[in-house]
């Protein structure tokens, strides 16, 4: 992706709670588009290999969660974090890290990671097509900054975190922020 395109147009399925229906697991599935994430609004899209990973887990997602307040006093309206899982996974994660003001975003079957230039193969740890780790910052659908960890493969030997984390994005929304009060 490059600063100035807009996000590609996508439909995400996902599984939304629904008291109506009723029983144990009151969930239905809600078809949501790349306009209901990123149209009027401006946002961090942050996307990982996969839910329930370490780096992911451990540092990008509780970093982007515990710092939602600087990012909305930098003029961030919402965060959003990808993943080429399915929407089960990414609300069991959302749930399993307690997370109340980042909303995940399931890329089931990659199709915008694709379409960024982002899905990769990591069939060398036995994930198969997913994510390369990127962040953004989108101002209603257009991206505005891209971060892109470097390294760029199919079944890269590593994990590069550092450009999309959350200190990385929040210094680049200062810096932002200064000159354009300058």
Known sequence: MQVGVKVPNVVFKTRVRDEAVGGANPFRWQDMTSDDYFKGKRVILFSLPGAFTPTCSTYQLPGFEENFAKFQEL????????????????????EAQDVKNVNVIPDGSGE?????GMLVRKDNLGFGLRSWRYAAVIDDGVVEAWFEEPGLEDNHGEDPYGESSP?????????TKAESAA
């Open 75 to 94: 003029g961030v309206d919402g965060i959003y974090c990808m993943s080429v899982n399915d929407s089960f996974v990414m609300n069991k994660w959302a």
């Open 167 to 175: 200190e990385n994005l929040l210094k680049f929304l200062a810096n």
């Open 112 to 116: 915008f990671t694709r379409k960024v």
